[in-house]
């Protein structure tokens, strides 16, 4: 098709929504189409619907058949014109995205017969409906490449000024044979920068406790999301609080809830995840941060053979790092003394063992020392409400005497 009679079936387009009296459709689909030149679908293409991938509040994605490629397209479930424009909202976020990213979403097309979004579709599913298979097991090693990607791609979201605001498993699908995790479902995600958002938006247990709580909040909101998402992976447990409704939400903001704490754990994960959920969305670290830890660990990390899912579900003594130190049977086996490069080998995984282990020593330390300048800083907070109260009663007596 010729950039002439492209022209003509948008303003076609363009015109029919300003007569249906459709503002807002045309306002979007100028920006996708004109403003960002989005590829798109003419209304005159047949589209091979193949089957339903899943179904929302306001869309349905159906996995298509596309000029021979699979793609996923999301379009309204009801046809309404709320439900339209919150799919070509989502669309527009999408676009927002300058670069492209290996781990987050891509808009391919836009499908003009039902103003939808074509999407990339991953093969393997959601990570949720993955951690619920009680068939697939995974190890340490998934674990720690999963978290890394999903801080890789929120950090580079944020370095974009957006935030996803609605980070949880059922939103993160898996491809390339379970390796690559992918961030999808655009449609709560907002700019940053502009102020900071009060707005109730998210999934409750993934839900950052400054959002449930209408406080403002911004980016620090994701790294919470990103630390109950870490520990459901870590765990297999998806019910973080159990089976209670939304009553936990309360006790989260309030009383300052957090998952339970995991049995034989390494401490350079529980004190991540601990900085990550923390209450005051200042001290959590930035996701950037994060992935650089994570990349850290996986770099000197041996590929381990053995899962560990269902034993850390149960509590069981782990057989992978240990707290503090490694189990000498996992070392590897002693080098061929005549073989100088079985040695060296021998001497560099020896190095690499060392290195985690001292760097989860450092990270423990900074947690312990973190949390002692918390209590000192309660008792200097109880000390001067003490002295000021003191005060005021010197002050009534004073009054009382002169009276």
């Known amino acids: 098709m010729d950039t002439f009679e492209s022209d003509r079936i948008i303003a076609e ?26 590829p798109y679908i003419p209304v005159t293409t047949k589209i ?44 527009i976020k999408l676009s927002d995205i300058n670069q492209r990213h290996p781990n987050i979403q891509r808009l391919n097309f836009i499908n003009l017969h039902t103003n939808g979004i074509v999407i990339d579709y991953c093969s ?19 674990v720690l490449h999963w ?24 939103n993160i699908l898996l491809k390339d044979n379970y390796q690559t995790l992918v961030l999808t479902d655009y449609g709560t995600a907002t700019q940053l ?30 790294t919470y999301s990103w630390s109950i998402v870490f520990w459901q992976l870590i765990t297999k447990q998806l019910l973080p609080y159990g089976n209670n409704g939304k009553g936990f939400l309360i006790s989260v903001v309030r009383d300052k809830l957090r998952p339970d704490r995991i049995n034989h754990c390494p401490e350079l994960f529980l004190a991540l ?29 041996p590929e381990p053979k053995q899962t560990y899912t269902d034993e850390m579900a149960d509590g069981i003594q782990y057989r992978w790092l240990n707290t503090y130190k490694l189990s000498k049977k996992y070392l590897p086996h ?27 020593q450092d990270l423990s330390e900074l947690q312990k020392r ?18 000021e109260s003191i005060n005021e009663l010197r002050s009534k007596i004073v009054d009382a005497k002169g009276k």
């Open 370 to 387: 973190k949390e002692k300048i918390d209590e000192y800083e309660e008792i200097l907070n109880a000390n001067q409400q003490l002295q």
């Open 124 to 142: 393997n599913g959601s990570l949720d409906a993955f951690v619920r298979g009680t068939n697939l097991d995974y190890t340490l090693v998934n």
């Open 334 to 360: 002693k080098p061929r003394p005549d073989d100088q490069k079985s040695i060296n080998l021998y001497e560099e995984h020896l190095a690499a063992m060392e290195r985690i282990i001292k760097m989860q």
């Open 13 to 38: 387009l363009l015109e029919k929504a300003e007569k249906d009296r459709d503002f807002p459709l045309k306002e979007k689909l100028k920006i996708l189409l004109v403003d960002r030149k989005i």
């Open 273 to 301: 995840m601990y900085r990550a959920w923390h209450s005051d969305p200042n001290e959590r670290p930035k996701l950037s941060f994060i992935k650089k830890v994570l990349r850290l660990i996986l770099n000197e990390l």
């Open 193 to 222: 920068g502009k102020s900071w958002m009060t707005d109730n938006v998210g999934t409750p247990i993934t839900m950052a406790p400054e959002v449930f709580a209408y406080n403002q909040y911004a980016e620090q909101c994701d």
């Open 147 to 170: 978290g890394y990607q999903l801080a890789d791609a929120l950090s580079f979201l944020h370095s974009n000024n957006i935030i996803h605001r609605d980070v949880k498993m059922q």
């Open 48 to 91: 091979e619907s193949l089957c339903t991938l899943g179904t929302g509040v306001f869309g349905v994605v159906e996995l298509i058949n596309y000029q021979k490629k699979l793609y996923a397209h999301k379009r309204a479930r009801q046809k309404t014109r709320e439900q339209r424009n919150s799919i070509l909202d989502e669309g």
